[in-house]
């Protein structure tokens, strides 16, 4: 935020966007600092479920070093973190959601999130494609990331994402 003050930027004019990870990260800082716009696509809502069940590697070293364990206590810790954070939070940005039909991700993770915005009478945009691995949210996502830069911005348009 302290580059943003530095060059007058307001935050309502700044986007946060990622997949996957990344989308979780881009939903949580969007929110917590009030950015004008937030693009995810099939990010983890239940953090200590994803990094509890992954593998042996994500739970003992990534879920360990967020949380200080490993047990089931640490897993719905972080758990209720992000899902507190989501319904207690004055959701501000426009909120844009990617996902896939089958995806597990959309299916254990995007839907719970939806549901937390239609209970709380928050507005969201859903871009739901038809693919079913989470490996293919990249391919549908950088299409959808460049048709809401050019509908955000009505002035930039992106031609190819690498």
Do not use: W
């Not at 719905?76 to 039909?101: A, E, P, Q, R």
């Amino acid at each position: 935020m302290s580059n943003a003050s530095h060059h007058n930027i307001p935050k309502e004019k700044i986007i946060s966007c990622g997949s996957s990870k990344g989308g979780t990260a881009a939903l949580y800082y969007g929110i917590k600092y009030n950015f004008g716009y937030v693009i995810a696509g099939g990010f983890q809502i239940k953090v200590g479920d994803y990094l509890y069940s992954t593998s042996e590697y994500t739970r003992e070293t990534v879920l360990n070093f967020i949380t200080g364990g490993t047990d089931k206590k640490h897993k719905d810790y972080l758990n209720k973190f992000f899902l507190g954070f989501v319904n207690h939070s004055k959701v501000t940005s426009n909120i844009y959601i990617h996902g896939g039909k089958g995806d597990s991700h959309y299916r254990q993770h995007v839907t719970t999130f939806i549901e937390i915005m239609k209970r709380r009478n928050m507005p969201y945009h859903l871009d739901l494609q038809n693919y079913s691995s989470h490996s293919q949210v990249g391919s549908y996502f950088s299409s959808f990331i460049s048709e809401v830069f050019s509908k955000i911005t009505n002035s930039i348009t992106i031609t190819s994402i690498a």
